[in-house]
C-alpha cells in the first residue's frame, strides 16, 4: 500500500524555467511533509518541508505547496538551475510519529 | 558542524553471514532512524531510536536488528544475509524526533550480498 506517491519517475525542465513536482498522499493522519534532494551514492538532503496547518512554504528558489483537501503537495523551482538535476523525495509524517515515509521518487533533469 | 556519519561506505558479504553498520548522528543529535532503499521498494523505514530506546519499528524480519548508546551513535545489524538484503542503508539523526522537525541523512552505507 503505496501511502504517498509520486507519479511521475522523471521530468525533463529547460534551465531557467520553473520545475513542478507533485506528490499525492493516501493517509489523512499525516500532517508534515518534506522534499529531498539526492544524488546518486549519496543520502538525501533535506531542502523544505511544511506543516499541515499551512498550505505554503518558501525558502529561496523552493517553494512547497499543500493541498489537504486533494492529500497532494508539490514542490516548486524557480529558476532551475544545472545543479538541481538530481532525484526528489517527497516523504510524510503523521501526529506522534518518528518514522517518514517516501515517495518513489521524481528523477529531475536541467537541460542547458 | 559535522553531518551524519555511516561507516563503512561500502561492504560485500556473503550470504549467510551477518553485518553491522554504524551511524553517528549530528552532535547533539538524540534521535536516529535508520532506512533501506533498494530500486524495486524505494525507501523503507526500519526502525528509530531515541536515548537508547527503539520507539518504532518498520515492516522488517527480526534479523534486522539496531541499537543505540549512551552517545546517541547507532549500529544495525542483519544475520543471516540473504541476496534480497542488497541495499543503500541510510541512517539520520534529528534533534528529538519530534514530527515536525527536519531528519538529516547519512551518505549510506552500500551493501552487496553475494
Known amino acids: 500500500d503505496q501511502q504517498v506517491k509520486q507519479n511521475s519517475p522523471s521530468l525533463s525542465v529547460q534551465e531557467g524555467r520553473i520545475s513542478i513536482l507533485n506528490c499525492d498522499y493516501t493517509?489523512?493522519?499525516?500532517?508534515?511533509f518534506l522534499w529531498y534532494k539526492k544524488y546518486p551514492a549519496e543520502g538525501p538532503t533535506f531542502l523544505i518541508s511544511?506543516?499541515?496547518?499551512?498550505d505554503k512554504n518558501e525558502d529561496g528558489r523552493f517553494t512547497v505547496f499543500l493541498n489537504k483537501s486533494a492529500k497532494h503537495l508539490s514542490l516548486h523551482i524557480v529558476p532551475s538551475q544545472p545543479g538541481d538535476s538530481a532525484v526528489y523525495f517527497c516523504?510524510?509524517?503523521?501526529?506522534?510519529?518518528?518514522?517518514?515515509?517516501f515517495g518513489q521518487g521524481t528523477r529531475l533533469t536541467i537541460n542547458p | 558542524k559535522a553531518g551524519v556519519t555511516q561507516t563503512p561506505r561500502y561492504l560485500i558479504k556473503t550470504r549467510g553471514q551477518q553485518v553491522t553498520l554504524s551511524c553517528s548522528p549530528i552532535?547533539?543529535?538524540?534521535?536516529v532512524s535508520w532506512y533501506q532503499q533498494t530500486p524495486g521498494q524505494g525507501l523503507q523505514f526500519l526502525f528509530e531510536?531515541?536515548?537508547?530506546?527503539?520507539?518504532n519499528k518498520g515492516n522488517f524480519p527480526g534479523r534486522f536488528s539496531g541499537r543505540q548508546f549512551s552517545n546517541s551513535r547507532s549500529e544495525m545489524n542483519v544475520s543471516t544475509l540473504e541476496l534480497g538484503d542488497s541495499a543503500l542503508y541510510l541512517c539520520?539523526?534529528?534533534?528529538?524526533?519530534?514530527?515536525?522537525?527536519?531528519?538529516?541523512f547519512g551518505q549510506g552505507t552500500r551493501l552487496t550480498v553475494v
Open positions: 539520520a539523526s534529528s534533534l528529538n524526533g519530534h514530527p515536525n522537525t527536519e531528519a538529516f
Open positions: 493517509n489523512s493522519m499525516f500532517d508534515y
Open positions: 511544511i506543516s499541515s496547518i499551512k
Open positions: 516523504a510524510a509524517k503523521s501526529q506522534g510519529a518518528q518514522k517518514l515515509v
Open positions: 552532535s547533539g543529535h538524540r534521535s
Open positions: 531510536y531515541f536515548s537508547e530506546t527503539q520507539r
